[in-house]
């Protein structure tokens, strides 16, 4: 797919400035398509085979160190958070992507670190002035971004899993060759915001020049542990988990390895102290209510079954907050 022109980007963003009054800007304009991989199973199916060992390898990375507001991260109204007397600050968090390892589908990334062009003062990174000053992208220490981490791997990526479509989870997207496809929640390039005004045209630039986004298909299901999973690759190895709130296609990865269940929570949880105290996001999430009760979905599925490795968004299990 062609790149598209900065006048292109102009157009769409006086478009989207007509609409504010309205119900702001999309995310992207950049297509999607129904993704090929997924078939939708009843949360029991997952859970019969949770504990079993699988064929996945799984390596976190910590492509950045990073900092910004603990009310993005946590729900500071939150009963929990107000007996703790937590306050607003700045919260040391990290960025992280994960890699994924299965003997026959071969290695995926879920989430895509941090874009090389980023580490480079003189290269234009995707995201980019206004925006890359309010995310303080400056005070980014980065360990290794994902160009570098890509050219170690020796085998090649075949696709990329977003937990959601925010910028610091898109970020290294930019680094990913354009025909590796990308998966993602519905509804996550649809998501309409004022502040896509700005943040729009650098999510546009993370995707530039790859094919359409795959969105899962996941099918609602009653009563089920949780609103709709998928068997990913159809062997029971790799789960997708709808966890709507953060953003309405918020997905979690449940990855069955050698070791025991792998469960990747995305923005479900920022923050250790969020995880432990099932408390939800803060202003970061689009739906407050929704962000809740898919936290204390996944929560009741690792009290369940303990031997589930949670990896968070932003932060590792046991980390204390900078503050009180
Ligand atoms: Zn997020």
């Known amino acids: 797919m062609r790149t598209r022109s900065p006048i292109s980007h102009t157009v769409t963003a006086l478009a989207c400035a007509l609409a504010l009054g309205a119900a702001g800007c999309r995310a992207t304009n ?13 949360s029991a199916e997952l859970l019969a085979v949770i504990d079993e060992p699988g064929p996945i390898q799984v ?3 910590a492509g950045a160190d990073w900092e910004v507001a603990l009310s993005g991260l ?17 919260e ?7 890699a994924l390892r299965h003997p026959e589908h071969g290695l995926y990334m879920v ?10 003062p003189d290269e234009d990174a995707a995201i980019r002035g206004i925006v890359a000053r309010f995310m303080k992208v400056e005070a980014m220490k980065v360990h290794i971004d994902t160009a570098t981490w890509l050219s170690r791997q020796s085998q090649p990526l075949s696709g ?27 509804g996550e390039t649809a998501l309409r915001s004022v502040e896509n005004l700005v943040v729009g045209p650098n999510l546009s630039r993370a995707a ?10 996941f099918v609602p299901e009653k009563d089920g542990a949780f609103e709709a999973v998928l068997d990913v690759f159809g062997d029971g190895s790799l789960w997708a988990i709808h966890v709507p709130g953060h953003t309405p296609g918020s997905t979690a990865f449940l990855a069955r390895t050698p070791e025991g269940p792998v469960l990747m929570v995305g923005d479900a949880s920022h923050t250790a102290w969020g995880w432990e105290n099932g408390v939800e996001p803060g202003s970061f999430s689009a739906d407050q209510p929704a962000s809740a009760a898919s936290l204390a979905r996944l929560r009741r599925l690792a009290a369940e079954h303990r031997g589930v490795d949670v990896r968070l968004g932003h932060q590792t299990l046991g980390v204390r907050l900078a503050r009180p």
């Open 30 to 42: 950049h297509p999607v398509e129904p993704a090929d991989l997924g078939t939708p199973r009843p």
């Open 59 to 61: 390596e976190t990375v």
């Open 74 to 90: 946590l729900n500071l109204d939150h009963p929990k958070a107000q007996t703790a007397g937590l306050e607003d600050g700045v």
């Open 92 to 98: 040391p968090i990290q960025v992280y992507f994960h």
């Open 111 to 120: 989430d895509t670190g941090v874009e090389r062009a980023l580490t480079r």
């Open 160 to 186: 990329v899993f977003l937990t959601h479509l925010h910028l610091d989870h898109v970020s290294g997207l930019a680094d990913v060759p354009a025909d590796v496809p990308v998966y993602l929640g519905p």
């Open 208 to 217: 530039a020049g790859k094919g359409p986004l795959r969105e899962w298909g």
